[in-house]
C-alpha cells in the first residue's frame, strides 16, 4: 500500500495541560533518533496528534520503529489525497481490498475538519459504506466494535484515509521526566528496571562495573549488548563503564567475607552517585527485588543506601522473578542475560553474606581503606561510549549536532 504518512496519538500526554508542548517537542526528538535510517521523514508535532510525512520511506520500516517509542499511544499509517469524492472512492475500496477478508465486519469513521466540504459526516459515511457494499455485497456493517474501521478525516489540505492502528508503548517520552543512572550488571533484572524507568520518561545511563580479569571481555560485551536492546526505546544510549578491580581486591584484602557484598554494593553506590553528579542526573536506578539476594533485603538495602542521599529508584522491587523473566522476554533482553559470564557482583561473592548488615560494622571495616581515594581513581577513569540498536557508536553526538537536531524537528 502507497502510504504517504503516520499519524501519531498522544495518549497520556493529552492530559499535561501547559507543560504538553514540553512534551511533544521530546517526542518528536525521540522519533527522530529512532528513525535516523529514514532522514526523508518529515515529522510535525501538533497540539493533538503528531504526522510524519513519508516523502517515499519504507512504511513497514517506519511502523517497526514507532512501536518502541514511548509516549506513543498508537498510530496508523494513512493515505492522503484532494478532496474529490471519486478520488476518496477510490482509495477507500483500496484500503478495503488490501483489509478485508471474508467473514469480517466494518464500519466507516468520518471525521470533518473542514465544514465547506461538499457532504457531511454522515452522508460521507453513508456514501462509502454503499461503495463498500457494492464491492463486498456479503460483507456486514457492525457499528461497535468491527474488525475493519475505515477512518476518513477531511482537512483543510486534504482527505486522510486508513484503516490500521497499531498499537504503541505508552507511558511518557523518554527524557521528560529527568535524567538516571541505571547500574546495569549483566543479570535479568536491571535491564528490565531500566526499561520501566525509561516508560515513565526517564532518560537512562548505563552504568557498568568491570574488573577485569576477574570479569572477561565477554561480560563487557553482554552488558552492552543489553544496551543495544534498550536504545530502541529512545534512539541512543550513553555506556558507562567504571574500572573496579583495585576497589574489589581491596575490599577482599580487608573486609571480613560476611561483609563484602554489602561494601561492594556501597562502593558502587558512592561510584553511581558521583557520575550522577558528573552527567547533571537526578536519581540513581538498579535492579533490586525485594528478598531476591542477600544484598536486596531491607536491612542490606539500608544500610547500602546510607552513602548517598540521592533517591533510589527500584522499578522492580515488588516483582516475583517470573514476573521479571517474562517482563525480560518480552523485551528481548533474557536471553542476553543468562549467558554464562560473571559480573562484579558474583566474582567474589561469599558464601554467607550477611542478610541483616550492621551499619556500624560497615563503617568500620570500611575505616580499613582510603574510601574516598578508590573511588576519586575509580570515577576518573570511567569510559564513556554511546550505544545503539547496532551497538557501540565510535563518534557520540556532540551538544552543537543535537541542538541543531532538535531546531530542525520543530
Known amino acids: 500500500m502507497n502510504y504517504t504518512e503516520i499519524m501519531v496519538r498522544y495518549g497520556e500526554l493529552s492530559t499535561k495541560g501547559k507543560n504538553r508542548f514540553t512534551f511533544i517537542q521530546r517526542l518528536a526528538q525521540n522519533v527522530r533518533q529512532a528513525l535516523v535510517a529514514y532522514p526523508e521523514v518529515k515529522i510535525y508535532g501538533k497540539k493533538d496528534r503528531m504526522h510524519l510525512v ?65 457532504l457531511d459526516t454522515n452522508a460521507l459515511n453513508l456514501f462509502l459504506g454503499n461503495a463498500v457494499f457494492d464491492v463486498y455485497p456479503e460483507i456486514q456493517a457492525q457499528m461497535r466494535k468491527p474488525d475493519i474501521t475505515l477512518r476518513v478525516e477531511i482537512r483543510k489540505e486534504g482527505a486522510y484515509l486508513s484503516y490500521l492502528t497499531v498499537k504503541g508503548a505508552g507511558g511518557l517520552p523518554v527524557g521528560t521526566s529527568g535524567r538516571g543512572m541505571l547500574m546495569l550488571s549483566g543479570g535479568i533484572d536491571s535491564p528490565v528496571a531500566g526499561f520501566l524507568a525509561m516508560k515513565r520518561g526517564v532518560e537512562i545511563e548505563a552504568v557498568h562495573f568491570a574488573s577485569p580479569p576477574y570479569t572477561s571481555v565477554q561480560a563487557l560485551k553482554k552488558a552492552q549488548d543489553l544496551t543495544a536492546k534498550l536504545a530502541p526505546y529512545v534512539g541512543t544510549i550513553q555506556f558507562i563503564e567504571v574500572p573496579f578491580t583495585e576497589i574489589q581486591e581491596e575490599i577482599k584484602n580487608k573486609v571480613p567475607q560476611g561483609y563484602l557484598m554489602t561494601i561492594t554494593r556501597r562502593f558502587m553506590m558512592r561510584i553511581t552517585d558521583e557520575i550522577k553528579n ?109 550505544i545503539n540498536v547496532n551497538g557501540l557508536v565510535n563518534t557520540p553526538e556532540n551538544a552543537s549536532a543535537e541542538k541543531d537536531l532538535f531546531d530542525d524537528l520543530l
Open 278 to 386: 558528573l552527567r547533571h542526573g537526578l536519581v540513581i536506578i538498579n535492579g533490586e527485588s525485594l528478598g531476591q539476594v542477600a544484598s536486596q533485603t531491607l536491612p542490606s538495602m539500608v544500610a547500602i543506601n546510607e552513602v548517598t542521599n540521592t533517591p533510589i529508584i527500584r522499578p522492580v522491587v515488588t516483582m516475583d522473578k517470573i514476573e521479571i523473566i517474562d517482563l525480560a522476554e518480552k523485551i528481548d533482553t533474557f536471553q542476553l542475560s543468562i549467558q554464562p559470564f560473571e559480573d562484579c557482583c558474583t566474582i567474589f561473592a561469599p558464601p554467607q553474606p550477611k542478610t541483616k548488615p550492621q551499619v556500624e560494622k560497615v563503617q568500620f571495616y570500611e575505616s580499613r581503606l582510603d574510601v574516598e581515594g578508590l573511588v576519586l581513581r575509580a570515577v576518573e577513569k570511567i569510559i564513556v561510549s554511546q
Open 54 to 118: 513519508l516523502n517515499g520511506a519504507d512504511p513497514t520500516g517506519v511502523c517497526q520503529g514507532l512501536t518502541k517509542i514511548f509516549g506513543i499511544q498508537n498510530f496508523s499509517p494513512m493515505i492522503k489525497v484532494p478532496k474529490d469524492l471519486e478520488i476518496i472512492k477510490a482509495t477507500a475500496l483500496e484500503l478495503m481490498k488490501e483489509a478485508y477478508e471474508p467473514g469480517l465486519t466494518f464500519k466507516v469513521n468520518t471525521k470533518r475538519a473542514d465544514h465547506n466540504f461538499e
